[in-house]
């Protein structure tokens, strides 16, 4: 019997040794960091994370990159404001709750907030941003006789590229922030220059024609809701808004739009002639009802929606739903497939093609009837319901009145 224990022995210890080594090395594992790899003999992975520095109006702060996770972040120089004094930083936009530097370890990519106090005895004034059509900079407070400084990030414009402040409309003057100083409440203006990287063949490119911004539609082909086939064989660039009060009146040296008086508004109780002649004037044309159409539909783009931009109309339209019955600015609604706004809604807008009842059969280039009692005109209004909104509606009216819900937009050729 003790030499068959001894003989069992012989095969369990060896087995009994390797459980054992196996319990310590998974005891070993389940206490050391995990590996993200998932690779023994790796080292783990360890995070590293930005803290950033938003000064509230203050000199520039650098942020502070590749900070440990787990590790507190050495406190920066304090900023500079003319007419403040620094109170610290805090992880909120409230200024609540303060960052203790000493304390405060980094869990993720973070801004700190810039707090100040007014010294008492300064005057302030209020440096507003213009951003022209772009995304919103807030405004800011800044001491008498100081410079301001330049806000962090730059407006941001579809189709543009920011080109810099200026201190008046004409954007002639630019704004030096490094040795302008605020004398008064002063507001800067954002100057843009088109982002002509888009494809030269493609819908969508953006030109500029004096100060009308306009949209390239490539050739291409749709089909009414009445099952016509309609073929443009040119490409044709169309305003991207329709035409402004302010454009109106630098052309015509007149605005018919009394009582709504407004630069950003579309120009409005302009007759078919007033909207043709300066189409002329700026070396365009009125578009054609195919044009006009297909351009609303995406072009070649399209999606096929009900309105132009989409099936829904609050987001990309004004109509009497949602306008309070006033006649709204341009560009403020979601822009259709190829980047135009305001085509379903605000205004209706004369086309070029006399009025008949429908479009003839299928057919090329289409013009309208050779003549007629009105003009065409299309995409609803401020004033109408839904329904007349469709890009599908159309109206039409004698072109020798002008009426308060009508305006136009301008069409270029390609070359």
């Known amino acids: 019997m003790k030499r068959f224990i001894m003989q069992k022995m012989k095969y369990l210890l060896p087995a009994l040794l390797c459980f054992s080594a196996l319990v310590a090395c998974d005891f070993i594992v389940m206490t050391k960091p995990v590996d993200d790899g998932g690779d023994s003999g790796k080292n783990p992975v360890v995070n590293r994370y930005t803290v950033s520095f938003n000064s509230n109006g203050g000199s520039f702060v650098a942020p502070i990159n590749n900070v440990l996770e787990g590790t507190t972040v050495s406190r920066p120089s304090d900023p500079a404001r003319d007419g403040f004094n620094f109170n610290g930083w805090y992880r909120d936009e409230a200024l609540t709750n303060a960052w203790n530097f000493a304390s405060d370890v980094v869990s993720a990519n973070i801004t700190l907030y810039a707090r100040w106090t007014e010294i008492q005895g300064t005057v302030f004034y209020t440096v507003s941003f213009n951003s022209n059509g772009g995304s919103s900079v807030n405004p800011i407070q ?39 100083v605020i004398t008064a409440n002063t507001t800067l203006f954002a100057k843009w220059r088109i982002d002509d990287r888009i494809e030269d063949n493609e819908s969508g490119r953006i030109r500029m024609f004096g100060d009308i911004e306009a949209v390239f539609v490539k050739a291409g082909s749709f089909t009414t809701v009445g099952g ?9 660039y169309i305003s991207k808004y329709p035409i402004t009060q302010a454009q109106f009146q630098a052309k015509m040296g007149f605005n018919p739009s009394a009582p709504t008086i407004g630069n950003n508004l579309p120009v409005v109780g302009i007759t078919w002639s007033h909207a043709n002649t300066f189409a002329a004037n700026v070396g365009g044309f009125l578009p054609t009802e195919a044009q006009w159409e297909f351009a609303a539909r995406g072009g070649n783009k399209s999606n096929n929606y009900t309105y132009s931009g989409g099936n829904n109309l609050n987001s990309v339209g004004w109509y009497i739903d949602n ?18 706004h305001d085509m379903s809604g605000n205004v209706w807008e004369w086309t070029a093609d006399w009025y008949q009842s429908g479009y003839p059969s299928s057919q090329t280039d289409p013009t309208g009837a050779s003549d007629g009692n009105e003009r065409v005109f299309k995409g609803g209004s401020f004033m109408q319901g839904a329904e007349d909104s469709q890009i599908s509606s159309r109206d039409g009216n004698i072109p020798a009145s002008g009426f308060p819900m009508v305006g136009f937009r301008v069409a270029f050729s390609e070359n």
């Open 228 to 236: 016509t086939k309609i073929t443009l064989t040119q490409g044709f």
């Open 323 to 340: 306008s309070n019955s006033i006649l709204q600015a341009v560009g403020q609604k979601s822009s259709n497939e190829i980047g135009i």
């Open 142 to 180: 800044v001491a008498q006789n100081t410079t301001v400084n330049r806000p962090t990030d730059d407006p941001t414009k579809d189709g543009h590229i920011f080109d810099g402040w200026y201190r008046d409309e004409a954007l002639t003057n630019a704004w030096i922030f490094a040795s302008d």
